[in-house]
């Protein structure tokens, strides 16, 4: 076996117990509608050890935040990003997503459990209310995964859960 597919199968087997240094497992976002240039501006905030265990189950290899080079490890994370929060307009059409970049969290930075939030945005939304969002970050990875999402389309306000049994849903704040 070659050493980098050692360190893969060492890595994979042991990501269960990387994952679980902390006890909450979830993200939480901002996403706002943009009507002028009809995008999901989204600023989406995760745990660093939940992310770089993602990567390294999605490339077979060793990824790490401040380790791997930034473009590859953007590169990946744009790909994963894209699986796991997608919207769909009402005929199924699936919206492209931008990468704009990610920040390490200042107050967590120096802390057990760092935190990252991830800036992109999800272009060519022409209505909001008729779109679907599957927001599947990290729910394959943890059982009690909750992500959750502040909305704003326009002046309305509202709050969304995205868990194992509910990971698609309406983006309608209007209760539909």
Partial sequence: MRKSSLLTAVLLNFSPLITVAHSIHQSTAEVEYNPVTRKLE??????VNDLEVAMIR???REMRIGKTPELEFDEQLKIYIGKHFVVTDAGGQTAPLA????????????SDEPKVTLYFEIERVINPNDSTLRHSLFLDMF??????ILLRIGKQKGEL??????SV???????G
Wanted: charged share 30%; aromatic share 8%.
């Fill in 42 to 47: 989204v600023s989406l905030t995760v745990f």
């Fill in 58 to 60: 999605q490339c077979e």
């Fill in 99 to 110: 990468w704009v970049g990610r920040q390490l969290d200042p107050d967590s930075a120096k």
């Fill in 143 to 148: 059982k009690d995964q909750a992500n959750l």
């Fill in 161 to 166: 859960i995205f868990t194992r049994t509910e």
């Fill in 169 to 175: 849903k309406k983006l309608s704040l209007s209760g």
